[in-house]
């Protein structure tokens, strides 16, 4: 990391400097609170109701604050940061437009379970209600984005909200947790311990110990007795650090097993009993193997409608067992026969006990008859060009090599990478699944380089979403991170001109997209960058790139209209995919 400035160093005094016989404010508690909860670095930007806090981080020097450009990457790269590192990760903003700024970064930690707290400024506790200057209720606005909200309004309370809001974030299915703190309770005297602060939260312990053990052994029973058995995994499965005992049942029960978007870390790629990931882009295999399967185990998903398709038509012959950490989540869109409410690391272990060996000779003749690779022959028209499949199943090899993460944005590239990933370790696949965020890639592929330094980090994005946080890339180098950064450039909003030329008679409305010089704009911010349009220039790219010290970025000039297949249209089944273009009749 490139060093603070010298007047920095000057100005800076160390945390031993803090005199601890001064009364402290706020602001200065929250520093501390921070660096008890074991946060090394948060990310944010500066503004006037928080600028109590920033003063006491100055003074303080820990824990360490990285300035981004906008709010949303904040947001992100705390996102990022904690996916990859198993932390709570942590962002902050003023408030107003600075606080709103942070929801989409929220929403997209909230459906994917990434645990988060946002520390936001607020105007001062006497003009709250009166529409002062930047004043807006950001506990309103994000009540649905988070799981809980909390407006500080004594500084003697401040040290309990803040271990209540990291328990909360980690607890149960892990989330967004926020904190509100007025300009003024910044700025005042933190005097005395208050009452303990704990709110209650769901726990599958006490009396339902004795349902629970019943619903596994009959889930046991149930899977003993299927002739075509299948596992469906989630994020669940990543964040209980159960990947290890998954494996294990699978291979023991000879179980076929899907990942999902978020699981797809969850489960080796390559191991004979993956099938690929299911739904809207998943592979053949995965989606007919679902329609067929006559018992099917959820573990940690939320079977979400890109996943299933219409419910009507999902899994029509399965008897589904679900096991999930959230209640909220079991039977909202698809009914089971058989729900198991609690942390994985106890029931899967449980229902693993459980279940005996067996081998499905029959049910894995039907499967082999299935397509396991997503993509079909490139057409010959397409000889030399560069094309998206070409980068992503080279990305792919590059990251599986050399054990990186990698971070991508949202669209096509997102799909072709999912489709292509081969073996990552628990935490290597950060992308926005549940919300779908444009823009994610770049601040995300930061935090989580900050946070494991030992790693390569690549981030994708597409030409679209990797400018909607493009500055972010004067904070790359202004951290000097050596992030790998892939842009697949097609001059398209590249999903949205799929959809188009399929279910909209090729009206390309709105969707082409000018953009600048990446390689310029990378240079300008001191990033060394390269273009490559052809197939043969890939490799020698993806070296340079991989022996480059501190960030480099790659404009991947691939085909305009080149679509990801396979694909499940809009409203069909899963057994209704599409594999390959089909002709214009």
Known sequence: MRPASSAARRLAPSPATLTTNVERTCAEVLCSALVDEGVEVVFGHPGGAILPFYDALFRAGAPRHVLMRHEQGAAHAADGYARATGHVGVCVATSGPGATNLVTGLATAMMDSVPMVAITGQVPMKVLGTEAFQEMDILGITMPVTKHGFLVE??????????????????????????????????????????????????????????????????????????RPLIMAGRGVVLAGMHA???????????????????????????????????????????????????????????????????????????????????????RTVR????????????????????????????WT????????????????????????????????????????????????QMWIAQELLDAQ??????????????????????????????????????GGF??????????AQERVPLKLAVMNNGYLGMVRQWQELFYERRYSASEIAGPDFVLLAQAYGIPARMVDRVEDLEGALCWAAHTDGPMLLDLRIVSEENVYPMV??????????????PVS
């Open 154 to 227: 004594s500084a003697d309370e401040l040290p309990e909200i803040v271990a209540e809001a990291f328990r909360l974030a980690r607890a149960g299915r892990p989330g967004p947790v926020l904190i509100d703190v007025p300009k003024d309770v910044q700025n005042a005297p933190y005097r005395a311990a208050p009452r303990v602060l704990r709110l209650a939260i769901a726990d599958d312990r006490p009396a339902a110990e004795l349902a629970q053990a019943a619903a596994l052994s009959r889930a046991a029973e149930l899977l003993d007795e299927a002739r």
């Open 245 to 331: 005992e998954l494996l294990d049942l699978a291979a023991r029960a000879d179980l076929p097993v899907t990942t999902t978007l978020l699981g797809l870390d969850g489960f080796p790629a390559t191991h004979p009993l993956c099938l690929g990931m299911p739904g809207m882009h998943g592979t053949e295999r995965a989606n007919r193997a679902i329609q067929r399967a006559d018992v099917i185990l959820g573990l940690g998903l939320r079977f979400d409608d890109r996943v299933t398709g219409p419910t009507s038509t999902f899994a029509r012959d399965a008897a589904i067992i679900h096991l999930d950490i959230d209640p909220v989540s079991v039977g």
């Open 336 to 363: 089971p026969a058989l729900a198991v409410i609690g942390d994985l690391r106890r029931t899967l272990t449980a229902l693993a006990e459980r279940v005996r060996p067996k081998r499905h000779p029959e049910w």
């Open 366 to 413: 039907e499967l082999a008859a299935w397509e396991r690779a997503a993509a079909p022959p490139s057409p010959s028209s397409l000889e030399g060009l560069l094309t998206g499949r070409a980068v992503s199943r080279a990305i792919a090899q590059q990251v599986a090599r050399t054990g990186a993460i990698v971070a991508t944005d949202v669209g096509q590239h």
């Open 426 to 463: 628990p935490g290597s696949h950060l992308t926005s699944g549940g919300l779908g965020a444009m823009g994610y890639a770049l601040p995300a592929a930061f935090g989580a380089a900050l946070g494991r330094p030992d790693r390569p980090v690549w981030m994708v994005a597409g030409d």
């Open 467 to 476: 400018q909607m946080t493009v500055q972010e890339l004067a904070t790359v």
């Open 569 to 582: 249209p809009p409203g069909a089944a899963l057994d209704e995919l599409v594999t390959e273009p089909q």
